[in-house]
């Protein structure tokens, strides 16, 4: 090969792709191997051509973090095969494209439910491992990792890994976690949680304050499977933080009168239509004239009165496992209602003793700038042991912001003052949804020795620094590699 003219890219596969919030996109040479020599083969075109590489899934994280502007995008979604499933065990293992909706409509009907599963079944199991994805049972189950026996991930030099808690345990605990930096995940062998139903017992309990929700998150925790809350943003004075709080538990066996009725895929389904009649996949062009300051500080005034006409603010009913998890599958393409500009998500986990106060002051600032979050979720959750954790034992707090051509250069200053209550608050972010985030502030919530670890790692998986994302280049591009 004459090293002054490397080969080229082939043209066919520039493409444009973006991030799930839409705030940003870049131009990259998208390859989509359906075997684990195809992974291999685009490593070695990368070295060819002197180019980086950066691992795709579904492509639902928020800002830049499956980009890879220029250089080549691996996309995964083409190994998604389901390769052993033990019903007795509950362990299943699958390739790394399989995507959660996959996962949960193989396990379900034999009474097995993903241990943790995000807001939606759309990612897949390589991009939920690489960012260690929480659901709403964070504070009992922990993250997808804490589930996690064992995978295999090819290195940029073509090696194939086997990690679990004792083979390679350094490498298992930083590439879980890892954001793609260390390798490809190609296999995932991971344990199912056993169900009774395919219901959980929901119970709706309304708070008036954010002091009000941390006092019900805390009182229900003992006796709670799932905890999520909303929150209107928009509430201010005395009802800074109101909301609601989804409380769901599993039925004991028994409880289920038909198990095997409501076990069954077709139960679980979500509806196509609204009242049976409006399709669900016009609703986020019916959505794009409210998504704005007035039409969401109404909405979210009018959710939050509404629930008061049910039960006096407390609501207990049956609802499936897809219909509580999936929250965000609930009206197709709804990101698409913030308009062309987009929207971050900013989510921060700060420590149960400095969370109150730290939430307080993020909310009366999105305010005194007029950036009032549309959405608010609050989550509990619980420390774990991986590298690159964004975990505490504390909360977590998730804002969505819509994006302008004329309010963008705003929410990133917001960001920044946002980032130094967390910083100071003894909190973490999360790079599934961070936008934002500059390398400062990540070096200083991960800590010296955590960076220095996870650099090692890097050069002894990817020695010629192939690896390479847009999110990557902005936290820690400039940061020496190790000699």
């Known amino acids: 090969m004459n090293a002054e003219h490397p080969p080229l890219l082939p043209t066919q596969n520039l ?12 131009v990259a040479y998208v390859f989509r191997p359906s075997t684990v020599d195809g992974i291999r083969a685009v490593f070695e075109l990368a070295r060819e051509t002197g180019r980086s590489v950066a691992f795709r899934g579904a492509g639902r994280s928020y800002g830049d973090a499956a980009l890879n502007s220029e250089n080549i995008v691996l996309d995964i979604t083409r190994l998604n095969r389901i390769l052993s ?27 097995w439910w993903p241990a943790v599963v995000p807001g939606t079944m759309a990612p897949t199991l390589a991009g939920c491992a690489a960012m260690n994805i929480h659901g709403k049972n964070n504070f009992k189950a922990g993250p997808i990792g804490d589930h996690i026996l064992a995978f295999e991930m090819m290195t940029p030099t073509g090696e194939i890994l086997r990690c679990t808690r004792e083979e390679n345990a350094d490498v298992f605990h930083a590439a879980i976690g ?31 304050s954010l002091a009000e929700m941390f006092r019900v998150f805390e009182e229900k925790l003992p006796e709670s499977d799932y905890l999520v809350g909303w929150i209107d943003a928009f509430a201010r004075g005395k009802a800074l933080g109101r909301g609601q709080i989804h409380k769901a538990n599993y039925l004991e066996p028994g409880e289920d009168a038909r198990p095997a009725q409501t076990l069954r895929i077709e139960k679980q389904q979500l509806p196509d239509t609204i009242f049976g009649v409006l399709p669900k996949s016009i609703l986020w062009r019916l959505m794009r004239p409210i998504t704005n300051r007035p ?29 509580f998890a999936f929250l965000l599958d609930y009206v197709p393409d709804w990101r698409r209602s913030y308009g062309k500009g987009g929207f971050i998500q900013y989510q921060s986990f700060i420590p149960e003793e400095t969370a109150l106060a730290a939430f307080t002051e993020q909310l009366e600032i999105c305010q005194r700038v007029r950036l009032t979050p549309f959405l608010a979720v609050f989550k509990r959750h619980r420390r774990d042991d991986f ?22 250069d705003r929410v990133w200053k917001m960001a920044a ?25 990540a070096e200083q919530y991960l800590g010296p020795e955590a960076v220095s670890e996870f650099r090692r790692l890097r050069h002894r998986c990817d020695p010629n620094n192939i690896l390479e994302t847009n999110l990557y280049r902005r936290l820690f591009a400039s940061t020496n590699p190790p000699p």
């Open 417 to 441: 003052e946002l980032d130094q209550v967390v910083l100071r608050a003894g909190g973490r972010f999360y790079f599934a949804k961070d936008s934002t985030l500059t390398q400062p502030s």
């Open 387 to 408: 590298l690159m954790r964004h975990s505490v034992d504390g909360y977590s707090l998730a804002l969505d912001i819509r994006l302008t051509r004329r309010n963008r």
């Open 178 to 208: 890892g954001f793609g930096m260390l390798g490809c995940f190609t296999t995932i062998t991971l344990e199912m949680k056993r169900v009774y139903s395919g219901l959980l017992r929901v119970e709706a309990i309304n708070t008036g």
């Open 15 to 26: 493409e444009r792709i973006e991030g799930f919030g839409q705030n940003v996109s870049a």
């Open 85 to 111: 499933w033990d019903p007795v065990q509950g362990i299943i293992t699958v390739e790394s494209g399989v995507t959660i909706a996959q996962l949960w409509q193989y396990v379900l009907p034999d009474g």
């Open 295 to 323: 039409g969401m500080r109404l909405l979210n005034m009018a959710k939050y009165r509404a629930s008061w006409l049910m039960d006096r603010g407390t609501h207990v009913f049956l609802q499936s496992h897809a219909a």
